[in-house]
């Protein structure tokens, strides 16, 4: 199978807010490839976009469990 670094090379990532939140909350199913996605992002050898609904989407369950440290995260 291909890796993800060479599908999504030299071009822009639309994400929704799933790869953010297995990225933070570390979900083991996701996670490595989550992490391929934005090790690539911050390499500069891909951009990603989102917006700010997939922010606000992030930060619900983190707000709303008095987690506020996830949040800030």
Known sequence: M???TSLVANKLVA?????????IEENPKYLPVADELFDSIDQGLTHGITSVLTLLEV???PLRTDHGE???E
Do not use: G, H
């Not at 994400?15 to 990225?23: E, Q, V």
């Open 15 to 23: 994400f929704d807010s799933a790869p953010l939140i297995y990225y």
């Open 70 to 72: 996830l949040a800030e």
């Open 59 to 61: 930060l619900v369950l």
């Open 2 to 4: 291909e890796k993800l």
